[in-house]
């Protein structure tokens, strides 16, 4: 009789470790949901429109936050601690995070998805032979990294590879009569007025796509100082071009390009801030600036607004 119940309780035991065994295995082979952590809007939501429910995505960068200066928080540090891939922008983008991004490396997926665009997409830097990090601004470039988010996801949980493949192929036809649209709408601006004047360089890709010359008074970089020459030269040009508008950023304080705007005033050439443009960040979240379609929409029409 004790015998019996011994071999029963032991039976039991048995079950139930081989049931926790089993449920841990298919957590750790296949993740029913991933955790993401994003540094930028713009990347993040790539991640949100590929893994659907199926990801639950942070992002570290909000509405208003300049990348290139940011610096992570511990919060940061334990929401990069805590995810299971980590998706970045890359190309410099986030130059204060890099050592970071090393040292996840180490123990999880840590991807730049710029490091997917290929060479002949990438814009160049004007006084290095670094990448111009803003590739969101090419629509084609960033149907690229659609397809890079969606092939880590799917090596994460095989078992959604479907499901990932089916909403990017559905984001993708999306980008793409974006990218339309913008084509038409730029197109509408008369050609001497095709000039974007922004407070630094972020629109070099949506320049290059859709044939606009574009003029930062700041570098490629927010790091980078600016002086005053670099507004007289900015005012010169305004002037000398008729250029009526420029633009501010949302992750940028509007002093700089004010001063643009003053100087051009003083040589009595009236500029008007055309609006506010979303370069390096996105809008708040829940609003239509707040998605990556939006806010490149609102750019298009600001700037056909303000131009033509
Ligand atoms: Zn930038």
């Known amino acids: 009789m004790k015998k019996w119940l011994t071999s029963v309780v032991v039976a039991i035991v048995a079950i139930g470790l081989l049931a926790g065994c089993n449920s841990e295995d298919t957590t750790t082979e296949d993740l029913d949901e991933i955790n993401v952590t994003a540094t930028t809007g713009q990347v993040a939501d790539v991640v949100k429109n590929v893994g659907g429910d199926k990801v639950k995505v942070e992002s570290l960068m909000g509405p208003g936050v300049d990348p290139h200066l940011y610096q992570a928080s511990q919060g940061d540090i334990k929401k990069l601690d805590e995810a299971d891939i980590i998706f970045y922008n890359g190309l410099h983008l986030e130059g204060k995070m890099d050592t970071i991004f090393q040292k996840m490396s180490k123990d999880k997926p840590t991807v730049a998805v710029g ?39 799917s090596k994460l949980s095989p078992d959604h590879k479907e499901l990932f493949k089916e909403n990017a192929t559905n984001y ?28 630094h360089d972020a629109f070099k890709y949506f ?8 003029m ?53 050439h009236d500029v008007v801030i055309g609006g506010e443009l979303f370069s390096d960040a996105m809008g708040k979240d829940g609003t239509e600036e707040g998605t990556y379609l939006g806010m490149f929409k609102h750019n298009v029409d600001t700037i056909v607004g303000s131009l033509k």
């Not at 793409?176 to 000039?195: F, G, M, N, W």
């Not at 930062?216 to 600016?226: F, K, R």
């Open 172 to 199: 993708k036809k999306e980008l793409e009569e974006l990218d339309e649209y913008a084509k038409k709408q730029i197109q509408t601006i008369p050609d001497e007025s095709r000039v974007l004047v922004t407070a």
């Open 115 to 153: 490091d997917s665009v290929p060479e002949e997409m990438l814009l160049g830097a004007d006084d290095s032979d670094a990448h111009d990090p803003h590739i969101w601004f090419d629509i084609q470039a960033w149907i690229v990294v659609v397809d890079a988010v969606e092939q880590e996801l």
């Open 216 to 268: 930062g008074l700041q570098g490629l970089s927010t790091d980078s100082d600016y002086g005053l020459r670099d507004v007289q030269v900015l005012v010169d040009t305004l002037v000398d071009r008729k250029i009526k508008a420029v633009f501010v950023e949302s992750s940028i304080s509007e002093n700089s390009i004010s001063a643009v705007v003053e100087g051009a005033q003083k040589q009595n």
């Open 207 to 214: 320049g290059h796509a859709y044939g606009l010359e574009v």
